[in-house]
């Protein structure tokens, strides 16, 4: 089957002030190392508020569409800001997650790649933080379980920062698995082992600075994945954040890009042997431009191997 690629232009438009690391050229260096691969080319639709509400109340919602500018900035926290783009590229990083789902479920596509920007891993349930505005992969969680009516849905997140965004929004649905690994200490503080949720669906897996990819193999081989075979998901949904390359300059972990090739390999052989290959995957970090392009090319990679085999 086949691998799609779901963005949208309305992503070039979400604008952060000169020198912010989550960039506009953050997405042209990723469409530009996708060109040429075997992809179905998807403009990502509009979101509607119905799939936002699945995750954050009415009052965050309308905080949010009221405080878009008409030129400028609006900064929404320490480092979270929206420009006049801001929420329609909002609105398409989550139609995008949906339509995602939606293709991988209804057995168009094996798996997908949703190219769009804000990310959404640190988005709370009623607080932009970390650059983030709408919990993306929490909202696409929600859609496989309450529109396509599947019972479990497994999320690894393994951008370097701790999915806090993430963990709050699903961390009250038992039908929901959240799996991070991050680096600690680092932002945004959080994510410490012992924080497991009310049902026991959180695993949360400290880094210590300099890990390398031998020791994240280890600890995706003999942690992840016995977790994932435990909880047995229909839908793994990978929050796919590439700044723990050792050349990224926000973090301290050493992975380089033929690990994130290996990791990708590794969860679609796991989607394989668990839930028939369905994968989706968001765009989350990954702020030196170079390492970001080349790790989401294998990474994208490995989800067409996966899907054609």
Known sequence: MTTALLTHPDCIDHVNPDGHPEQVARLHYVLKALEGKDLLRLDAPMGEDAHILMTHPQDYLDRIKSSGP??????????????????TAAYRAVGGAVKAVDMVLGG???NAFVATRPPGHHAETASPMGFCLFGNVAIAAKRALDHHGLSRVAIVDFDVHHGNGTEDLVKNDPRIRFVSTHQMPLYPGTGAPQETGPHGTITNIALSTGTDGDLYRKILANRIIPILRDFQPELLILSAGFDAHVEDPLAGIELSTEDFGWITAQLAQAAADLCGGKIVSCLEGGYNLDALAASAALHVDELIAAGAG
């Open 108 to 110: 168009e596509v094996e």
């Open 70 to 87: 008409e030129d400028g900035f609006v900064q929404m926290d320490a480092d979270t800001f929206m420009s006049p783009g801001s929420l």
